[in-house]
């Protein structure tokens, strides 16, 4: 499969955003820091995410609300239970509640073309 222009993102949630192929699979804290120390060594980082969980990848939770409208990949970590808005929680209190990250890479669909949309 042919692969789109790199743009690799953290997401509050998974969603799929356009028309494609997407493949998601389960990842450790490691190698979810390797994809986000990568894509920012390239210049083409962007968190989405204003939950604390990010701490435990090394970056701070996003300040501002923004949408997302493009990625080639993702990174989510989804709490195993729900987190209290406006909380603060420490690295040990995420650690306690658990969580699973993902990472969804996505491909281009040949039958669509996103990059129009990117002009």
Do not use: W
């Not at 979810?32 to 995410?49: K, L, S, T």
């Not at 406006?86 to 040990?92: A, F, P």
């Not at 658990?98 to 890479?105: D, E, L, P, R």
């Amino acid at each position: 499969m042919k692969q789109l222009p790199r743009k690799t993102v953290v997401l509050s949630s998974p969603i799929a955003i356009g028309v494609g192929k997407y493949m998601v699979n389960e990842v450790g804290k490691e190698r979810a820091r390797e994809i986000i120390r990568g894509a920012q060594n390239r210049g083409d980082f962007e968190n989405f995410c204003q939950h604390p969980t990010v701490k435990i990848l090394d970056i701070e939770p996003a300040t501002e609300r923004k949408q997302c409208s493009y990625y080639r990949d993702a990174i989510i970590i989804v709490p195993n239970a729900r987190l209290e808005s406006g909380r603060e929680y420490s690295l040990d209190e995420i650690e306690k509640i658990g969580y699973k990250i993902y990472h969804i890479s996505r491909y281009k669909n040949p039958k669509y073309s996103i990059e129009k949309h990117l002009k």
